[in-house]
């Protein structure tokens, strides 16, 4: 893959996957075409349509396991997708053993993707809400301000009809490969206007890990 064609989600997805990759028996849900199935042991698929390695078909807010049969769940890019992602959640909780880990990513400053089943976007505040009830939850921003501009610049050129066609795509893309190396120049961001609390208050997701008491 040439720099230009580096995809800058993929790549901070990657690695924290790798780093939090999860053991034992995981459930991968809304596993899509399993692209981080390498990363995991014994998997189960789940997906609301059948596709590469989607083992079982299903809804995600009712899912079809007895409780505590999973060590782990893994969901990369769902809790955005879900209609009713407290109740998701509640449903991860009653299939994962006790001890039992969740990693999970999902968006925020990001463009509809996926449509028309985007519905959603979480803050590190909603996040640590819906996961009250666990423990040791950890959340972590994707991207810092000026990498979350890049990934906003390489989503325009890929999903947007540009005035120039490829030259103008392939100028986009080398910005945001720029773009994506410079939040050193942001020391630190603020939650408001007045710099009154001191919060990442720009990023492209997040990447949680938290275990079910």
């Known amino acids: 893959m040439s720099l230009l064609h580096r995809n800058l989600v993929r790549e901070r997805l990657q690695g924290f996957l790798e780093k939090a990759s999860p ?9 899509g075409n399993s692209r981080y199935s ?53 449903e991860v909780q009653r299939v994962l053993r006790s001890g039992g880990t969740l990693v999970l990513t999902t968006r925020f400053l990001f463009p509809v993707h996926e449509s ?57 893309l080398a910005v945001a490969q720029l773009t994506a190396r410079c939040d050193w120049i942001a020391r630190r961001t603020y939650g408001d206007r007045r710099r009154t609390t001191d919060v990442a208050a720009f990023t492209s997701g997040y990447h949680v890990r938290a275990r079910r008491p």
Do not use: M, N
């Open 23 to 31: 053991s034992g028996r995981v459930l991968d849900l809304g596993c």
């Open 38 to 90: 390498a990363l995991v042991g014994e998997r189960v698929g789940f997906d609301r349509v059948f596709g590469i390695g989607v083992a079982v078909v299903g809804d995600a807010h009712a899912l079809p396991f007895r409780p505590g049969v999973f060590d782990a769940v893994l969901s990369t890019e769902v809790l955005e997708h879900l209609t009713h992602p407290r109740e998701s959640i509640a």
């Open 116 to 172: 028309p089943w985007d519905h959603f976007r979480f803050t590190r505040f909603a996040l640590e809400d819906l996961l009250a009830a666990w423990e040791d939850v950890e959340v972590l921003e994707e991207a810092g301000p000026f990498s979350t501009i890049a990934i906003l610049l390489q989503r325009i050129a890929w999903q947007a009809d540009l005035v120039g066609g490829r030259w103008s795509r392939a100028i986009l």
